[in-house]
Nanobody
Framework: QVQLGESGGGSVQPGGSLRLSCTVSGRLFSIYVLGWYRQAPGKERELVAHTTRDDRTTYVDSVKGRFTISRDRGMSAVYLQMSNLKPEDTAVYYC????????????WGRGTQVIVSS
């Protein structure tokens, strides 16, 4: 089992930046994917970005060029650097960890709120 805890959320004006952090503990050796989802009010949870143990990264189109995901080499932390934030980025951001068989039982953090508003 894996435990995750997010930090770094907050309120920022459009065009601003935030850096989200997620600490990961537990069965780190089993983790293959670390990533971030978000859920805006009234919307379904969506994948924002993920990174794999062999350094493959994926981003949702809406954040490409603005967000950067990175991780600790030991899979003990994952980060999301968010720049040029837009109001539509407002959501609760959740970090997650996934181990083979992928998609069967990912572990989740409790989420951190990001509000982008003038």
């Amino acid at each position: 089992q894996v435990q995750l805890g997010e930090s770094g959320g907050g309120s920022v004006q459009p065009g601003g930046s935030l850096r989200l952090s997620c600490t990961v503990s537990g069965r780190l050796f089993s983790i293959y994917v670390l990533g971030w989802y978000r859920q805006a009010p009234g919307k379904e949870r969506e994948l924002v970005a993920h990174t794999t143990r062999d350094d493959r990264t994926t981003y949702v189109d809406s954040v490409k060029g603005r967000f950067t995901i990175s991780r600790d080499r030991g899979m003990s932390a994952v980060y999301l650097q968010m720049s040029n934030l837009k109001p539509e980025d407002t959501a609760v951001y959740y970090c997650y960890a996934d181990s083979p068989p992928l998609g069967s039982r990912p572990d989740w953090g409790r989420g951190t709120q990001v509000i982008v508003s003038s």
